[in-house]
């Protein structure tokens, strides 16, 4: 057996994620079989999910529209290249960080905040009650500010640092599948978690204690 | 009593959380799938350049043979070609001996000139000849390079004519000299002589470093002996450089004295 499906099978521990991918792979082999269309199916499921990685990574909501999109169109042209060692998934979340990672070196010095709207009715709107405790304007200039200052905070973090902890935190992925999309040991991806989450504490101080 | 009820800590990680909840709008999605289908179409229809594609056929199996025999056929070529060539000497060496006996205007002697001590490849010519060529010994018989009847127009030349003539007119005044151009050895008397005639020549030459010409033609009228002694000025300044005395003179001469350096000279007349 190959290795490095030995290795993906590891990674992919829960059945669910496992069902997941087999489906992904059954679609992906129609594409490789000439049936273009079916590849849809893959933009339709993922979209969100490649556009929420690209937008943390960048801050900005226009390069992270653009980069999803040439995201997906790289996968598209290289699908005859995709042998499934690793899982679907997988391997667009590596194209699409490689290609945010790549934009991001580019233009290092171009740091433009352009952010979506902060959904209060999410999953999280007891955290932002509990933060805010307000009515009317004021609870809304609060979270716009939050929301500010914690791009910010993300902002200075290092690539490296920011792609770890977007991924771990708010895409909700493993430790063994970050370090395969990052190309690094569980190790360094613990290393950097713990870092990055030590320097946002520092940043984020004034609204932790509030 | 509410002021005193304990609100559970927000921690960093719910604060990273939030930023699940920045979400587009639908109506964005409907622009995003309608860019991208544009830029799926750009894609299918722009041809890609040679150099884009190469990775991939290069990976195919069924190129890797050709490729195999590609790099092997431009090693071969590049060995065969490029490669190492046999050094000419062991062929020069009968060539040019054989020139020698049958064109006596080629000179034999040339092969021993200061040229030959820098050129590896002269010095193999040399060490392929045979060792000492005297008067006695038979030459080799020529070996046939070129047709006879090439040779016998490259006689008629102008140049070779002259050369002809030259020799032998030196055969009437000089025949030890022609000799030696023939290929034989000096004699060891013709040897001395030149040697005489250069020390002498080498005396008479004002020069700068006359002194010196003069030491060295002194040197050489000395009788060549077992144990040489070399001249009385030298064997001076040597024993003066062994026993230290001239550096320690020269120290001498520069004193240290406080903020002061002194030199001192002295003037040997």
């Known amino acids: 057996m190959n290795l490095s499906k030995v290795f993906t099978k590891a990674i992919i521990t829960s059945p669910e994620r496992q069902q997941e ?69 997988t391997w667009l979340y590596r194209i699409a960080v490689n290609g945010a990672l790549s934009h991001l070196r580019k233009n290092r010095l171009r740091t433009f905040f352009s952010l979506e709207k902060l959904h209060e009715d999410g999953t999280n709107a007891q955290i932002i009650d509990q933060l805010t405790d307000k009515k009317g304007a004021d609870r809304g200039t609060y979270l716009k500010e939050l929301q500010e200052k914690l791009n910010e905070a993300l902002q200075k973090l290092s690539i490296p640092h920011r792609t770890v902890i977007t991924l771990f935190e708010i895409d909700g992925l493993g430790h063994a599948e970050i370090a395969e999309i990052m190309g690094c040991t569980e190790g360094t991806v613990r290393s950097r978690l713990h870092y990055a989450k030590q320097f946002l504490q520092g940043e984020m101080g004034k609204y932790l204690n509030s | 009593m509410p002021h005193f009820k304990q609100r559970p800590k927000v921690t960093i990680e719910d604060l990273i959380r939030l930023k699940r909840d920045e979400r587009p709008a639908a109506a964005f999605w409907v622009n995003f799938d309608h860019e991208l289908r544009q830029k799926q179409l750009t894609a299918l229809l722009k041809k890609r350049a040679w150099w884009q594609e190469l990775p991939q056929l290069l990976m195919r199996r069924a190129y890797l043979p050709v490729g195999a025999t590609a790099i092997l056929a431009f090693t071969f070529v590049s060995v065969k070609y490029y490669g190492p060539t046999p050094a000419p000497a062991l062929v020069s060496a009968p060539v040019q001996q054989s020139q020698v006996a049958a064109e006596p205007a080629v000179a034999n002697q040339a092969v021993s000139s200061p040229l030959a001590n820098r050129s590896p490849m002269i010095a193999a010519v040399l060490e392929a000849r045979p060792a000492v060529v005297t008067d006695s010994t038979p030459l080799p018989e020529p070996i046939e390079l070129m047709p006879r009847q090439t040779r016998a127009v490259a006689a008629e030349t102008p140049s070779a004519q002259t050369i002809a003539a030259n020799l032998a007119s030196f055969e009437l005044t000089e025949p030890e000299l022609v000799n030696s151009v023939r290929g034989s050895r000096l004699s060891p008397a013709a040897r001395i002589q030149n040697v005489d005639l250069v020390v002498s020549e080498l005396a008479s030459v004002p020069t700068n470093a006359s002194m010196r010409s003069r030491i060295l033609a002194q040197y050489a009228d000395r009788p060549l002996s077992r144990e040489p002694s070399a001249p009385e000025i030298v064997r001076e300044r040597l024993a003066r450089r062994l026993g230290n005395s001239d550096i320690t003179d020269r120290l001498n001469r520069i004193g240290l004295r406080g903020d002061q350096v002194s030199l001192g000279v002295t003037l040997r007349l």
């Open chain 1, 21 to 89: 991918a087999d489906a992904d792979l059954s679609i992906v082999k129609r594409v490789q079989a000439g049936e273009v269309a079916a590849f849809d199916q893959l933009i339709l499921k993922y979209r969100e999910r490649v556009f929420g990685i690209i937008y943390n990574l960048t801050s900005n909501r226009e390069d992270a529209s653009d980069l999803t999109q040439d995201a997906f169109i790289k996968a598209f042209q290289s699908i005859n290249r995709f042998q499934g060692h690793c899982s679907f998934f």
